[in-house]
């Protein structure tokens, strides 16, 4: 049977959601595969990825999230490359889904979830690594003093207090079906923190943590670490966080290090990894 290879666009993502589903993550439903395959900020998206059919079906399916960013002062467009599944009877076709991915020019491609076999792949395509060394910090219930400042998760406070860059990195993701949002204020100061929770598996149990994905003032969210590790495990049941130091600046107290921890790669003929982060990717938008 003949496999034709397409990009995605947005009247085949309600077809391309069911097949993620059935054979990637149950856990998602189609409806919300739909609502992660559509980013919502504004960019010059050409497609949401590829996907391949067969007989009119679809058999496989490699997701990418485009951005535009002004990075050192100059327009540049990302394709984060994301989710990628084939049905097990046509793996011989996931590689053309890959050349049509990084066929596109004029892009730096990011890929911050690969797994082992991908990474072999990708260091074979010229992908770098970067330096994810990763805190993870417990959250404990550590008692509150007043005056110490103040976490809020509503969205009008969010929006009132951010301005510059922080403000329209909290619009663009605002919508997003991953992230989540909250701001720390104290004595006049503030730190916009953006965050996804995710499952762990210990000890034949799932247990919760979150990622910290963005952080707008590093000295403010060390600073009122504790007040925010107790506000993450009475509101969302989570144990702890794991924070890249690359995103939050040096380990906090009372954390432990992970040099292996989530590998993430890039290709660029002009950036460095210090000019990758976590923003605008599948990261922020598929919570698996």
Known sequence: MEVALAPITRADVPAVAEFLHYYLNRRMSPEEWARSIQAPWKSSAPNHGFFLTAGGSVVGAYLAYYSDREIAGKLEQFCNLAAWCVHPDYRSHSLRLLRALLGQEGYHFTDLSPGPHVMALNARLKFRTIDTTTALIPHLPWPTWPGRGRISCDPAVIENTLIGEALDVYRDHAGANAARHLVLLRDGEWCYVMYRKDRRKRLRRLVFLVSILYVSNPRLFHQMARPLGRHLLLRHAALGS????????????????RRDFRPKMFRSPTLGEEQIDNLYSELTCVPW
């Open 242 to 257: 794991l924070a890249e130091l690359r995103v939050i600046g040096r380990r906090p107290p009372l954390s432990s290090l």
